[in-house]
């Protein structure tokens, strides 16, 4: 089972973002909630955004998820796809 997890927008360019996910950086699509500004956190979902969070929803979302989570890269996705 997957799930989305919160992530702080630190740089945007267009609806292509750098999220911070703990101590890594990923890159979000933010085509499905348009832009929004550095230091914003969004719920993202294999890479995507799926929402807006505020700060204290982001917090609790990530306690709930724990800093153990599979790494979601756009290479695990096509290798899952691939493997099916």
Do not use: C, F
């Amino acid at each position: 089972m997957r799930v989305g997890i919160p992530v702080r927008v630190i740089e945007t360019k267009g609806l292509s973002a750098l999220a911070r996910d703990g101590d890594d950086t990923v890159g979000v699509d933010l085509s499905l909630i348009g832009p929004v500004a550095p230091g914003s956190w969004v719920l993202d979902y294999l890479g995507a955004a799926r929402e807006v969070l505020g700060p204290d929803e982001a917090q609790k979302l990530r306690a709930a998820v724990g800093s153990r989570h599979p790494v979601r890269t756009d290479r695990d996705v096509r290798a899952r796809k691939t493997e099916a």
